[in-house]
């Protein structure tokens, strides 16, 4: 038993050390996510920045074509003369001086990489091999070409900043933000403002940075996107949790299982222990009745003969229950035995219990009987309601100390057995029906038994289709009812 205890707590440190194992790892493994898609919005944050700002470039260009011709603008992206990658834009505007039309050329070049070979041709070949060679994305392409346009439209028509920021709200909210924020448009020589009503950014806001040219850019703050990327992650997060918990479920079962084995193991030792001990009694005093009348002449005496042989008769009774009950047990946990259905007289099959009950206990015993009808009959199988009958009242009289009073009801709807004993406490009744189960007495052991009996009792009742309830109070006495219809 000792080596079993120190195997069951390895096991539960082992199921602990795996579950804590597995929580462990979920949590890492949603702390990276987390951070994996924190990094996803951010990047989507700056991608709507520079959309919304496309937006209001080609807005902005729109405008300036609905107003007519204003002149020309050429942007580029390549290699410059210097070997260099860079965007270039070029605008020719035309102006009117003392009445004459006259073209005014301006040319901004932004260089992406000026640390290259000067030696460079700058010819279309030479500039896309070169843009290879350096792994220029065609999102780095599309940012230098929009760079480009963004100096040669502001050559035309200034930054409109509050369509900026209405294009900018509309993109935040298809990323599913939309919570207050602030704007800033800054330039060389002025800042421009754009706040939510009421709202003033707390410590730990984000800021978010689009430098559009070299001379201008747009600052975003808005409170953390935590929330938004937790509400992302629920999913996730509930699927991780049942995962979890079924373990949990199925390390508990399996833990539960085991203990309950283990308890199995320990009632079929005791009850290999009781049954030894409960077949060795009565084969010993037949034995000793038997040996009396044959080597002491006890024979000869009518009446110790008579004794001896009720002795004997009696005990073989006894020991033919047991077998019977076992046998029963063994039985029902196949499925192979049938009840023999008949009508049974209640009162007739009574008396005779009654009588054996009280011949064969060593304390005094009163029996009390109250049938109704009188010729009260039921179908049952004879057998085994004599036997559910035989162990209700057997246990009324072995768990009552002193002298036992024991009161038998009958009707058409139930049969009740009723004693004024020492009860059974109210946390043990729920198991006085498992197999092998004895309620704890401490280091008493008057009352013998091997806890079949109301197991038995329980087993055949239903397998009549009826039902049995018990209620019972410690220290004054229990009452099983078998309910028959």
Request: glycine share 6%; proline share 2%; charged share 25%.
């Amino acid at each position: 038993m000792r080596v079993m205890n120190v195997k069951l707590k390895y096991i539960a440190v082992l199921v602990i050390v795996a579950l804590l194992g597995v929580a462990a790892y979920q949590a890492y493994w949603l702390e990276q996510l987390h951070f994996t898609i924190g990094e996803q919005m951010d990047n989507d944050i700056r991608e709507a920045m520079r959309v919304a700002d496309l937006k209001e470039v080609f807005l902005r260009l729109k405008s300036i074509e609905d107003k007519g011709p204003h002149g020309t603008m050429d942007v580029r992206a390549g290699i410059g003369e210097d070997g260099s990658i860079t965007t270039k834009a070029v605008t020719t505007t035309q102006v009117t001086l003392d009445g004459e039309t006259l073209e005014q050329k301006t040319g901004v070049v932004l260089r992406s990489n000026p640390s290259v070979d000067s030696d460079s041709t700058a010819n279309d070949e030479n500039a896309f091999m070169k843009m290879l060679e350096e792994q220029i994305s065609v999102t780095e392409l599309a940012e230098m070409i929009q760079r480009g346009l963004h100096l040669g439209v502001d050559r035309f028509e200034g930054t409109r900043y509050e369509k900026y920021d209405s294009l900018l709200t509309a993109g935040l909210q298809q990323l599913g933000l939309s919570g207050d924020h602030r704007l800033l448009c800054i330039k060389t020589d002025t800042v421009f403002r754009q706040t939510t009503k009421g709202y003033t950014p707390s410590k730990n806001a984000r800021q978010y940075v689009y430098d559009w040219t070299d001379y201008g850019r747009y600052e975003l703050t808005i409170e953390p996107t935590t929330g938004l990327v937790w509400r992302e992650m629920a999913g996730i997060l509930t699927a991780s949790g049942l995962i979890v918990l079924l373990l949990g479920l199925a390390f508990y079962f399996l833990i539960r299982t085991i203990i309950r084995q283990r308890t199995l193991d320990e009632m079929k030792s005791d009850f290999t222990n009781n049954i030894t001990h409960e077949l060795k009694t009565p084969i010993a005093v037949a034995y000793a009745a038997n040996d009396a009348l044959l080597n002491f002449g006890e024979q000869a005496d009518e009446a110790k003969r008579h004794h001896y042989l009720t002795l004997c008769r009696q005990q073989l009774e006894r020991l033919s229950g047991m077998v019977e009950q076992i046998l029963s047990m063994s039985m029902e946990r196949r499925r192979q035995f049938k009840l023999n259905i008949e009508t049974v007289p209640v009162a007739e099959l009574l008396q005779p219990i009654i009588e054996q009950q009280q011949l064969k206990a060593d304390k005094p015993v009163t029996i009390t009987t109250h049938i109704e009808p009188e010729d009260l009959a039921v179908q049952a199988d004879r057998a085994h309601l004599s036997n559910i009958l035989n162990n209700l009242i057997d246990n009324a009289i072995k768990y009552s100390p002193g002298e036992a009073h024991v009161e038998i009801a009958a009707s058409s709807s139930a049969i009740s057995v009723t004693d004024h004993g020492m009860g059974i406490a109210a946390d043990k009744l729920p198991h006085i029906y498992d197999k092998f189960y004895r309620i704890p007495t401490g280091d008493l052991h008057d009352v013998k038994g091997y806890g079949l009996g109301l197991f038995y009792v329980k087993t055949m009742v239903e397998k009549h289709g009826w039902n049995i309830d018990v209620s019972s109070t410690k220290g004054k006495g229990t009452s099983f009812t078998i309910l028959l219809i």
